[in-house]
């Protein structure tokens, strides 16, 4: 596996933890999820339609970052 697969592999585990807390969250947190999940089906899209690596790394690093933001807030106030 190379970095990249194990990168995207990481963001499936903190988008599946997140998952996990959102029960335990508010509507804003539930409304928070959705918008991330949207952002995860256009990068999955994108990284699907063969873009150039730089621009599916790019987008992955947006998303990760993302990821980690919310998952980092739900887990404070959670």
Same mark, same amino acid.
């Given at each position: 596996?190379? *970095?990249? *697969?194990?990168?995207?592999?990481?963001? @499936?585990?903190?988008?599946?933890?997140?998952? %996990?807390? +959102?029960? +335990?969250?508010?509507?804003?947190?539930?409304?928070?999820?959705?918008?991330?999940? &949207?952002?995860?089906?256009?990068?999955?899209? @994108?990284?699907?339609?063969?873009?150039? &690596?730089?621009?599916?790394?790019?987008?992955?690093?947006? +998303?990760?970052?993302? %990821? @980690?933001? &919310?998952? *980092?807030?739900?887990?404070?106030?959670?």
């Amino acid at each position: 596996m190379n *970095d990249f *697969d194990e990168w995207v592999e990481k963001l @499936k585990q903190t988008r599946d933890e997140l998952r %996990l807390q +959102l029960h +335990l969250g508010s509507k804003e947190a539930e409304e928070e999820w959705d918008k991330l999940m &949207a952002d995860w089906m256009d990068f999955a899209r @994108k990284a699907q339609l063969e873009k150039s &690596a730089e621009e599916v790394g790019e987008a992955a690093r947006e +998303l990760g970052i993302r %990821l @980690k933001t &919310a998952f *980092d807030r739900m887990r404070k106030n959670g």
